[in-house]
Nanobody
Framework: QVHLVESGGGLVQAGGSLRLACAAS????????MNWYRQTPGNQRGLVAA???????NYTDSVKGRFTISRDNVRNTVYLQMNSLKPEDTAVYYC?????????WGRGTQVTVSL
């Protein structure tokens, strides 16, 4: 059984930082691309950042230069370091991977950025 468990969300003022973590189990973690998505009420989930098994990174334009995705293949954990946070970054952040022909999602962690 594949499990993805996010942590690290919370309330932060604009300009502040948070680090999200996603612990994965049930997969050969080092072989899989890991993704962070986010969703606001009434909107679809959108890809925020991705990191491949070879540590290649991709970001949506709105977070480039502010967010950094990384992975620890010993701890089977993917991180999202979020700096210079803006109110528009407020969302539920989800960890995602595609494995065994299926998409797997964590339950999400709320990030709220206040003015």
């Amino acid at each position: 059984q594949v499990h993805l468990v996010e942590s690290g969300g919370g309330l932060v003022q604009a300009g502040g930082s948070l680090r999200l973590a996603c612990a994965a189990s049930g997969i050969n973690f080092r072989l899989h691309t890991m993704n962070w998505y986010r969703q606001t009420p009434g909107n679809q989930r959108g890809l925020v950042a991705a990191i491949t098994s070879g540590h290649m990174r991709n970001y949506t334009d709105s977070v480039k230069g502010r967010f950094t995705i990384s992975r620890d293949n010993v701890r089977n954990t993917v991180y999202l370091q979020m700096n210079s946070l803006k109110p528009e970054d407020t969302a539920v952040y989800y960890c995602n991977t595609f494995a065994r022909g299926m998409n797997f999602w964590g339950r999400g962690t709320q990030v709220t950025v206040s003015l």
